[in-house]
């Protein structure tokens, strides 16, 4: 799974229509948002910074709601700033994510010991799970 990392509103525009899943690096307004979605039709989900979720209007959650995009909190750890587009989860994260949802555990209950052990976002594990299940 990748997550493409956008660090600029002039980035938005660049990106492939095909992009899934977005990480905005940037403190993105109401326009922001219309335009990723606009520039990529098949978004699933978009992450935000924990400190730029806090401070989110309603009025911006209701654009990626309508769309049926999950907005996640969450920070995306060890990419470099200038040469990677993509964070990758890696293969091997999938394996423990997956043996949460066989046990039939409540995923936001493993997904903060998950997220300790891999470096991914809570958000970003109950959302793997989630895109797991209904599979």
Not at 93 to 102: D, H, L, N, T
Request: include cysteine; hydrophobic fraction near 40%.
């Amino acid at each position: 799974m990748k997550l493409r990392i956008v660090r600029s509103k002039n980035e938005i525009l660049e990106l492939s229509p095909n992009e899934r899943i977005g990480h905005l690096a940037i403190g993105p307004s109401n326009v922001d948002f219309l335009s990723l979605m606009t520039r990529c039709p098949h978004l699933r989900a978009i992450q935000v910074p924990p400190s730029y979720h806090k401070t989110m209007s309603k009025a911006i959650t209701f654009f990626p709601e309508m769309r049926e995009i999950e907005l996640l909190e969450g920070d995306v750890w060890g990419y470099g700033k200038d040469i990677d587009e993509y964070f990758i989860v890696y293969e091997e994260m999938k394996p423990e994510i997956e043996a949460v949802i066989a046990s039939g555990a409540s995923i936001g209950e493993d997904a903060s010991q998950i997220a300790k052990r891999t470096g991914l976002a809570s958000d970003q594990i109950e959302f793997i799970a989630r895109s797991k299940a209904a599979a």
